[in-house]
């Protein structure tokens, strides 16, 4: 199984300052269409999580501009331009190209 | 609006069995890969089970190959995932959510939690 590898794994973080949590994958992500089936999520307190960006770098719908997916390959980062309260949470990142699907450990994202 | 509604955990001692259920309404069932992924509490997730749009292809990691079964109906917009022969490690809160490439992950439900205990 592919095995992904977060970190940090905790992450204090001033309010209005960025945040950034690294991915790294066993091995490459990238499909055999050419795709990169790599998605970001974010799971807040006593909720079910929430996708917030697919394929690598696309953002969904309602999600704001503050978050950004980047990266190839195995190496992909989230990042938060200005982190706001909301923000708190634990964060999975996810491959869906090689079956079964896996999840990363989770960075828990929390205000200094 | 897509919403997915799961049903059916509880509690079932080890070695038991259990049936939950995924009511799908706000788009064409029929059009979209399904995946089951579950969440021990305080883990992380972990995909259990994905059927393709016409029921005809399951996938399973190996942690559950041979016990868990899922299965849907398109006429009723339902997933389902028969667990059997169950342990203290399927514990869980059972989510359903959306497949296919671009789609997959994009929709959950808030779970259903299942208990193993004696």
């Known amino acids: 199984d592919v095995v992904m590898t977060q970190s940090p794994l905790s992450l204090p973080v001033t309010l209005g300052q960025p945040a950034s949590i690294s991915c790294r994958s066993s091995?490459?992500?990238?499909?055999?269409?050419?795709?990169?089936?790599l998605i970001w999520f974010q799971q807040r307190p006593g909720q079910s999580p929430r996708r917030l960006i697919y394929?690598?770098?696309n953002r969904d719908s309602g999600v704001p501009d503050r978050f950004s997916g980047s990266g190839s390959g195995a190496d992909f980062t989230l990042k938060i331009s200005r982190v706001e309260a909301e923000d708190v949470g634990v964060y999975y990142c996810?491959?869906?190209?090689?079956?079964?699907?896996?999840f990363g450990q989770g960075t828990k994202l929390e205000i200094k | 609006e897509v919403q997915l509604v799961e049903s059916g955990g509880g509690l079932v001692q080890p070695g038991g069995s259990l049936r939950l259920s995924c009511a799908a309404s706000?788009?064409?069932?029929?059009?979209?890969?399904m995946h089951w992924v579950r969440q021990a509490s305080g883990k992380g997730l972990e995909y259990v089970s994905a059927?393709?749009?016409?029921?005809?292809?399951?996938y399973y990691p190996d942690s559950v190959k041979g016990r868990f079964i899922i299965s849907r109906d398109n006429s009723k917009n339902t997933l389902y995932l028969q667990m059997g022969s169950l342990t203290i490690e399927d514990m869980a809160v059972y989510y359903c959510?959306?497949?296919?490439?671009?789609?997959?992950?994009?929709?959950w439900g808030p779970g259903t939690l299942v208990t193993v205990s004696s």
């Open positions: 959510t959306r497949g296919g490439k671009s789609t997959m992950t994009d929709y």
């Open positions: 091995q490459s992500l990238v499909y055999s269409d050419g795709n990169t089936y």
């Open positions: 996810m491959q869906g190209t090689h079956w079964p699907y896996t």
């Open positions: 059927i393709s749009r016409d029921g005809g292809s399951t």
């Open positions: 394929k690598v770098s």
């Open positions: 706000g788009f064409t069932f029929s059009n979209y890969a």
